[in-house]
């Protein structure tokens, strides 16, 4: 199986939709076969599902993904043989490979991470060093990390078309870093293999643009199965020329939001869905749940406070926000501990080696769970055995998660055609 036997946070016979894609399961598998023969995947990703009964569809897409330490120590064998798998096909005689993380050296959450990703590398066997490109890391230097352990950082250094310490010459260079404050010279041009590519951080990068390969990977995959493509897969729009302190773009912006609500309705009324339709705008690039808002109308974007219109005018590295996407929101009805709650599911080459849930006591079912206060609930695998025999019953417990790991693989294909496409 490509996806471990998990449990969620739900409970009770599959949906329609989780019984649809369960009883398709040798077609999908063989369809993933076929796509990964034609399609490489990204080297690692983490996807953001919304699961609202009716629908479910991922939200986000990253392909710098932290938050290893998140996952339950019983996936690491999992992510191991996937790390060998995936540099193997990327560069099979990798020896030596050079992490660069992100530049924020006290996030020792975040560290936490970079240090569990080493651990799955080493022991993929590859001799593993990390490479910093902040500044305040000019000479080797010590971080502590919230369990009692040290991470050491060491200053990248560049000689002609390769880069690596002073003294480690690595195979491969992999980036933890999404170079949201642009491209470094060092990386230019390098003739080392460096994973991700540098056109898949976010000084290159739109969110409209994962969205736009997803849409075509899910018409192919809803044929495939002959569901609405719909339950999958959010509407979204892009708005460009925006300056939110301005107010320059602010009707644009409005209207795309009211159209749609008014799309989003329809579906509502032709699948028989008694809920209220609401929209998510967020900035086109960057992750750390910053520059969003969920609106139900227009009005309410017109209408924005000067605090409100602070958050969305600035993203991660001070960045100013000129252009969003405007896409459908997705309701979760899932709750761990009284919290609402969503599923992040994490890959390593094209295979799921685990997740977590996204928990927020504070926020609710149609908000952004990527905030302060949220915290992390590990997933576990369902039985003992990762492929446990379930006769083929559908309400199986091991096999509800099997729906959330096809989406999410889904969302890994739209990315593998991302990088596939030419830099602008």
């Known amino acids: 199986m490509s996806v471990p036997h998990l449990t969620t946070a739900l409970t009770g016979p599959l949906l329609e939709l989780e019984r649809k894609i369960l009883d398709a399961q040798p077609e999908i598998e063989h369809w993933f076969r076929n796509q990964w023969q034609e399609h490489t995947p990204p080297f690692y990703g983490s996807v953001d599902l919304r699961n609202a009964g009716y629908k479910l569809a991922p939200v986000d897409m990253n392909l710098f993904p932290g938050g290893f330490n998140n996952l339950n120590p019983e996936f690491h064998p999992l992510a191991v043989q996937a790390a060998m798998m995936a540099l193997e096909g990327y560069c099979p005689d ?20 970079v240090a569990a990703l080493v651990k799955i590398l080493r022991q993929a066997g590859m001799v593993v060093r990390v490479g910093s490109l902040s500044p305040e890391i000019s000479a080797p230097t010590e971080l502590a990390l919230p369990d009692g352990s040290t991470l050491l950082q060491e200053p990248v250094v560049r000689q002609g078309n390769r880069v ?3 003294d480690f010459d690595p195979c491969v260079v992999l980036l933890n870093n999404d170079l949201s404050g642009g491209i470094p010279a060092i990386l230019e ?8 590519p540098l056109h ?9 643009g994962h969205f736009s390969a997803y849409d075509k990977v899910v018409d192919e ?9 719909w339950f999958i897969n959010p509407y979204f729009e892009h708005v460009d020329g925006l300056d939110f302190h301005a107010r320059e773009g602010e009707e644009q912006l409005a209207a795309t939001v009211d159209a749609m609500v008014e799309k989003i309705a329809a579906k509502y009324a032709q699948h028989g869905i008694d809920q209220t339709p609401f929209v998510i705008v967020k900035a086109n ?21 000067r605090k409100q219109r602070n958050k969305m005018s600035v993203i991660k590295e001070g ?26 599911i994490y890959m390593l080459d094209r295979f799921v080696i685990g997740g977590f849930y996204r928990v927020h006591t504070g926020r609710g079912i149609d908000e952004n769970l ?11 695998f369902a039985t003992p055995l990762t492929t446990p025999d379930c006769d083929g019953s559908p309400d199986c417990e091991a096999n509800r998660f099997y729906a959330y790991g096809v989406v999410a693989r889904l969302a890994l294909l739209a990315g593998a055609l991302e990088l596939e496409a030419e830099p602008n």
């Not at 050079?98 to 006290?106: A, V, W």
């Not at 041009?189 to 991700?196: A, K």
């Open 94 to 113: 990798a020896r030596r490979i050079l992490l660069i993380p992100e530049n924020h050296t006290r996030n020792a959450f975040y560290l936490q991470n």
């Open 164 to 166: 690596g310490l002073a």
């Open 189 to 196: 041009n390098i003739e080392q293999t460096l994973l991700p």
């Open 200 to 208: 898949a951080g976010w000084a290159v990068r739109r969110k409209t």
């Open 221 to 229: 995959f809803a044929k495939l199965i002959d569901i609405d493509p």
């Open 285 to 305: 690039a960057g992750t750390y749940g910053m520059g969003i808002m969920s609106v139900k109308s227009g009005a309410e974007l017109v209408n924005l406070n």
């Open 319 to 344: 960045l100013t926000v000129h252009d969003v996407i405007v896409q459908e929101g997705v309701p979760t009805f899932e709750t761990i501990d009284e919290g609402v709650a969503e599923p992040v």
């Open 370 to 380: 990527n905030a302060p206060g949220m915290h992390f609930q590990p997933l576990a």
